[in-house]
């Protein structure tokens, strides 16, 4: 069996944990927050890493557990999910020639970004990890802590959801 640690299994994952905060709690700094008080708990826990069938379905439930829980307590001090956005480069390479090519298309990706972030949080947290991220279902299913059939559900859902929304916009320019 594989000796874990820190520096080289769980340290690597802080962007992949900051992925799955973000799509959850649509805040950079509270993302922040939460990659780090999911690290010091994986931390905490380093004497039973061995027992682990997965450290990274661990720390990646570890981070939405946190997040969920932040939200629960944003909820309930009665703040706005529309008072945040997130921000940040798109890190994608312009494939438009010309810039107004290259404007559409930023204007898109926002326009999807945004339709993600009002998906409903596990089936955002279903896409972002099989979308983005590249887990398996039994992995998500894993993290989420729902079944395989679940997982398939949440992300073909969200992907119609998407699709139709977008399609309404692209169509009508609602």
Same mark, same amino acid.
């Not at 992949?16 to 990659?35: G, N, Y």
């Not at 946190?66 to 921000?87: C, I, Y």
């Not at 898109?108 to 970004?113: E, H, Y």
């Given at each position: 069996?594989?000796?874990?640690?820190?520096?080289?299994?769980?340290?690597?994952?802080?962007?992949? =944990?900051?992925? =799955?905060?973000?799509?959850? &709690?649509?805040? #950079? /700094?509270? $993302?922040?927050?939460?990659?780090?008080? +999911?690290?010091?708990?994986?931390?905490?826990?380093?004497?039973?890493?061995?027992? =682990? /069938?997965?450290?990274? $379905?661990?720390? =990646?439930?570890?981070?939405?557990? %946190?997040?969920?829980?932040?939200?629960?307590?944003?909820?309930?001090?009665?703040?706005?999910?529309?008072? *945040? &956005?997130?921000?940040?480069?798109?890190?994608?390479?312009?494939?438009?020639? *010309?810039?107004? /090519?290259?404007?559409?298309?930023?204007?898109? !990706? &926002?326009? !999807? #970004? &945004?339709?993600?972030?009002? %998906?409903?949080?596990?089936?955002?947290?279903?896409?972002?990890?099989?979308?983005?991220?590249?887990? *398996?279902?039994?992995?998500?299913?894993?993290?989420?802590?729902?079944? /395989?059939?679940? !997982?398939? !559900?949440?992300?073909? #859902?969200? #992907?119609? +959801?998407?699709?139709?929304?977008?399609?309404?916009?692209?169509?009508?320019?609602?």
């Amino acid at each position: 069996m594989k000796k874990i640690s820190f520096r080289n299994d769980i340290l690597p994952m802080k962007d992949i =944990l900051f992925r =799955l905060a973000m799509r959850i &709690t649509l805040s #950079r /700094e509270e $993302a922040e927050d939460i990659v780090q008080d +999911t690290l010091i708990k994986v931390w905490n826990r380093r004497n039973s890493w061995d027992t =682990l /069938e997965s450290v990274e $379905a661990f720390s =990646l439930t570890i981070c939405r557990n %946190l997040a969920l829980d932040r939200m629960r307590l944003r909820d309930n001090q009665n703040a706005s999910l529309d008072e *945040t &956005t997130p921000q940040g480069g798109d890190n994608q390479a312009d494939t438009a020639s *010309t810039p107004y /090519e290259q404007t559409v298309q930023r204007e898109r !990706v &926002t326009i !999807v #970004r &945004t339709l993600i972030d009002s %998906l409903p949080e596990k089936q955002r947290s279903c896409m972002q990890l099989r979308d983005i991220e590249g887990k *398996t279902y039994k992995e998500i299913a894993a993290v989420l802590d729902i079944t /395989e059939d679940q !997982v398939k !559900v949440n992300i073909f #859902r969200a #992907r119609q +959801t998407i699709k139709q929304q977008f399609q309404k916009y692209d169509n009508y320019g609602l």
